[in-house]
């Protein structure tokens, strides 16, 4: 309050607080706190194989579970591919463990090499990869493989309201597949392009930016859905990459997929029911 006309007054405020209380000593007990919470979300790569680094000729990741349910449906199966390797991690939305035994609603990032070739690798990752994670997973999992001679095919999905277009996206007919590529990858694509200004986030983006840095060539092939879930017409929206160079001749016969997908499913469903 004024004490006489003209004087200027300060108002009360709290601006600058922040900054102050950032500025504050970190005591020891905050320090102990923070060092728990890092080394708990320090990610672990295990590997059943000793050979390292794996020397890979071509890197198959499914990042999400629609795009993981893709290649357990019309790619894997237990007689082709075995299992050499799982990533461990913790944040504030999963929490994955080292066991390999995992059903479609799990968390879990699994890594398959092909038994008739072991140069083949495959990744499943239903996991969330949090942003500070990111580069702990690239370079855990990049780093135990040779880059020379390395191609990688990522895929993903993100919500269809995510896609930049000048048409309205009621109108766009989803799910539907996009690709962004590396300079270095050179082959035919299986689907348009992405068009700017779109742009990609999260794991599927850091693992392209990798392979841009690194220059490995590398292609995302990214599905735009309006399901969430697991769905079957998001899953086989996949389906035209079953034609590309890589993966036409690791898919598996068609009518034995559509079992598998059906299977693959059903489980899923049971799985989630006994929640409700």
């Known amino acids: 309050m004024a004490t006489f006309f003209g004087e200027?007054?300060?108002?009360?405020?709290?601006?600058?607080?922040?900054?102050?209380?950032?500025?504050?000593?970190?005591?020891?007990?905050?320090r102990e706190i923070r060092r728990e919470i890092e080394k708990k979300r320090e990610i672990e790569v295990l590997w059943s194989c000793a050979a390292e680094p794996l020397v890979c000729s071509r890197f198959i990741v499914a990042i999400g579970r629609n795009a993981a349910a893709f290649l357990s449906s019309f790619i894997l199966d237990s007689v082709c591919w075995e299992v050499i390797g799982v990533v461990k991690?913790?944040?504030?939305?999963?929490?994955?463990?080292?066991?390999?035994?995992?059903?479609p609603t799990d968390s879990f990032c699994l890594f398959y090499r092909l038994i008739a070739d072991p140069t083949?690798?495959?990744?499943?990752?239903?996991?969330?990869?949090?942003?500070?994670?990111?580069?702990?997973?690239?370079?855990?999992?990049f780093g135990s493989m040779q880059k020379k001679g390395l191609q990688v095919t990522i895929l993903s999905t993100c919500p269809v309201a995510d896609y930049k277009t000048q048409e309205s996206t009621l109108t766009l007919v989803s799910p539907f597949l996009k690709a962004l590529k590396t300079k270095e990858f050179q082959e035919q694509v299986c689907c348009p392009l992405l068009e700017q200004?779109?742009?990609?986030?999260?794991?599927?983006?850091?693992?392209?930016?990798?392979?841009?840095?690194?220059g490995i060539p590398a292609v995302l092939y990214q599905c735009y859905t309006d399901v969430i879930k697991l769905d079957t017409?998001?899953?086989?929206?996949?389906?035209?990459?079953?034609?590309?160079?890589?993966?036409k001749s690791l898919a598996k016969?068609?009518?034995?997929?559509?079992?598998?997908?059906?299977?693959?499913?059903?489980?899923?469903?049971?799985?989630?029911?006994?929640?409700?």
């Open 8 to 30: 200027v007054v300060v108002a009360p405020s709290r601006a600058g607080l922040d900054e102050e209380e950032e500025a504050r000593e970190e005591t020891p007990e905050d």
């Open 89 to 103: 991690l913790w944040n504030e939305w999963c929490r994955t463990s080292s066991t390999t035994n995992v059903l």
């Open 120 to 141: 083949v690798l495959l990744c499943q990752c239903s996991c969330y990869v949090a942003e500070d994670q990111q580069f702990q997973w690239l370079e855990k999992v």
């Open 197 to 214: 200004p779109n742009i990609v986030r999260d794991l599927p983006a850091a693992v392209l930016s990798y392979c841009q840095v690194w």
């Open 233 to 247: 017409v998001t899953i086989e929206a996949f389906k035209p990459l079953l034609s590309s160079k890589l993966l």
């Open 253 to 276: 016969d068609a009518s034995e997929s559509t079992k598998i997908l059906k299977k693959f499913l059903t489980t899923s469903e049971t799985h989630n029911n006994i929640y409700i």
